[in-house]
């Protein structure tokens, strides 16, 4: 599948059909004058080399759990980050449409600053469109407040703090973000919880199969609940304080525990019924959790 690469910053201005960025390193297209149905529109597969943050005062995604709905519809935002393929497979993605604002921030723009590294922590960098975070009326006048300030900055003389202070307004906006998006797992808790139970479903599915495919990955899984990794690590942290990986791993456990306890199978027909390739993989794995070798949990059954 063909698709556009943006390499710079000066790239996207010029397929959005925008004057060259006054900095080539980050660029805020839009404005609170902006039209509700935006600016910076583009369609089709992209690959961008810097990350983008967008508002968009129309967001598609807002879910109906039984007759309520949970998600606020004052726009949202969506989070793009270098090397990721947006669009292309027939839904909207963060670069396509028109964006109110789109914040544009070449990664050589925060190297020597804590941010660079700490930008990366950020999950919903790498969540799909569908994932969005959606605003309340509130949270909406907070981050359209942000977007001026940067834009203020932006636009004002350069001298040696602007670079720092626009760092530090970068960082507010994504701190804003992510206690957002805490919100937004909690107002979705009923259909969060409602994904847990199908996580345990296709778990003891994958479990319960004569097919031996390895260990389930978090990839397996966030593909069966048809979400994004991140995003369902995120939701588990919100739900039970364990992210994906965290929760397969109990689960093996689980099993093993079941198995050793019920069953005459040796430790290693134990760990290759639940696709460990080596014993001694699960045997460590099962230490970890349990402070007991596999051997030593059997015993304490006889």
Known sequence: MKHQKFDSISDAHRAFGLPKPKHPLISLIGSANTPAEGTGCSRGAHVLNFYKISYRAKIGGKLRYGQHYYDFDEGGLLFASPNQLLGGGGEESPLEGCSQYALLIHPDFL??????????????????????LHLSEQEKATVIAIFEMIRAELDSRIDDFSQ?????????????ANRFYKRQFITRKA???????????????YFGSSLMRGLPTVAYLAEELHVSPSY????????????????????????????????????????????????????KLFKTKTNLSPSEFRKTFN
Not at 111 to 132: D, T, V, W
Not at 166 to 172: D, G, M, T
Request: net charge negative; charged share 25%.
């Open 164 to 176: 720092d202070v626009v760092i530090s307004q970068i960082e507010l906006l994504l701190n804003y």
């Open 191 to 205: 259909v969060n919880s409602d994904m847990l139970q199908r996580l345990e479903d296709v778990l003891e599915a």
């Open 232 to 283: 369902l690590s995120d939701m588990l942290r919100s739900l039970i304080g364990q992210n994906a990986q965290q929760y397969i791993h109990d689960k093996l456990i689980e099993k093993a525990k079941e198995k050793l306890s019920t069953t005459d199978l040796t430790v290693s027909e134990v760990a290759y019924e639940l696709g460990f390739e080596h014993s001694q993989s699960f045997s």
């Open 111 to 132: 190297l020597g600053h804590p941010l660079a590294k700490k930008i990366r922590q950020y999950g919903f960098f790498s969540y799909s469109a569908n994932e969005a």
